[in-house]
């Protein structure tokens, strides 16, 4: 079973980049559709963006879109998500999941990881 772990959350300015990897281990990511989600206190956990397991399809939530970058890097058997220009509106857990469909649904991901905080300050 595919084993989740993100890392490089941290506390951010507005207009600010982070990084956000998931390293996989216990199978490989290429045999997945991988996902970022977010969830912020008090609110349910939201769709962030999707990578089809052929790394060939990507899906962004509205919110952002033209923002964010997910990427993955099969031979490290690693999953990114480059944040640029992050708002304050960006604060929250963000949590990196693994699945056997292209989803935008949490329920559509079968493994999860503990997830990492990002803080973005005004």
């Known amino acids: 079973q595919v084993q989740l772990v993100e890392s490089g959350g941290g506390l951010v300015q507005a207009g600010g980049s982070l990084r956000l990897a998931c390293a996989a281990s216990?199978?490989?990511?290429?045999?997945?559709?991988m996902g970022w989600f977010r969830q912020a206190p008090g609110k349910e956990r939201e769709f962030v963006a999707v990578?089809?397991?052929?790394?060939?399809?990507?899906s962004y939530a509205e919110s952002v879109k033209g923002r964010f970058t997910i990427s993955r890097d099969n031979a490290k058997n690693t999953l990114y998500l480059q944040m640029n220009s992050l708002k304050p509106e960006d604060t929250a857990v963000y949590y990196c999941?693994?699945?056997?469909?292209?989803?935008?649904?949490?329920?559509?991901?079968?493994?999860w990881g503990q997830g990492t905080l990002v803080t973005v300050s005004s």
């Open positions: 216990g199978g490989t990511i290429g045999a997945y559709a």
């Open positions: 999941a693994a699945g056997d469909r292209f989803a935008v649904v949490a329920t559509g991901y079968d493994h």
């Open positions: 990578d089809s397991w052929s790394g060939f399809t990507t």
